[in-house]
T-cell receptor, first 112, second 111 residues
Framework: DTAVSQTPKYLVTQMGNDKSIKCEQN?????MYWYKQDSKKFLKIMFS???????INETVPNRFSPKSPDKAHLNLHINSLELGDSAVYFC???????????FGSGTRLTVV | QKEVEQNSGPLSVPEGAIASLNCTYS??????FFWYRQYSGKSPELIMS????GDKEDGRFTAQLNKASQYVSLLIRDSQPSDSATYLC???????????FGSGTQLTVLP
């Protein structure tokens, strides 16, 4: 029933580990996104993925890699986690055209 | 210069009052404008979208857009304590399909 679902909701891990966050949308939307929200609530685009076209925010370290097996899924893999990666990561999707996003419930990542 | 700017607040209004939230943006070719509401610990929720100059009303919410001044605002009439949240302004610029968000304004409606 959930429109955009993310797993896990919480993720606590040690520095240096590799982890993945999964996202799935059942809205039939064309484009999916990953955003990072820091402790000050600022949402910053990381990636957008539309029909196999990947747009990367150039400020995102290459330790972060999106993987999209199909139009309904966009996963985020993070290598060699650092303390500064701690944040809430939101997946979102949007239909064709300039319409607003639907967000997933977020994944709170804590690196210790 | 930030692409989308909002007063971070916090903004406090009494119950029943009008809350006014403001946002400015730097990219003149911006086409689509959105307001999201985010409760603490929750994900952003789309509450208003506006694409043309002028006002757009939806229930107690009114979005106002002035492209010449690069300004978009959200008015909440008859504010309720349940409106207490962070309000995020978002702008879609040109051919990019990505939304750029402001840092949000925290609104508290006092009973």
């Amino acid at each position: 029933d959930t429109a955009v679902s993310q797993t896990p909701k919480y993720l606590v891990t040690q520095m240096g580990n590799d982890k993945s966050i999964k996202c799935e949308q059942n809205l039939g939307h064309d484009t999916m996104y990953w955003y990072k929200q820091d402790s000050k609530k600022f949402l910053k685009i990381m990636f957008s993925y539309n029909n196999k076209e990947l747009i990367i925010n150039e400020t995102v370290p290459n330790r972060f890699s999106p993987k999209s097996p199909d139009k309904a899924h966009l996963n985020l893999h993070i290598n060699s986690l650092e303390l500064g990666d701690s944040a809430v990561y939101f997946c979102a999707s949007s239909p064709r055209g300039n319409y607003g996003y639907t967000f997933g419930s977020g994944t709170r990542l804590t690196v210790v | 210069q930030k692409e989308v700017e909002q007063n971070s607040g916090p903004l406090s209004v009494p119950e029943g009052a009008i809350a006014s939230l403001n946002c400015t943006y730097s990219d003149r070719v911006s086409q689509s404008f959105f307001w999201y509401r985010q409760y603490s610990g929750k994900s952003p929720e789309l509450i208003m979208s506006i694409y043309s100059n002028g006002d757009k009303e939806d229930g107690r919410f009114t979005a106002q857009l002035n492209k010449a001044s690069q300004y978009v605002s959200l008015l909440i009439r008859d504010s309720q304590p349940s409106d207490s949240a962070t309000y995020l302004c978002a702008v879609n610029s040109g051919s990019a399909r990505q939304l750029t968000f402001g840092s949000g304004t925290q609104l508290t409606v006092l009973p």
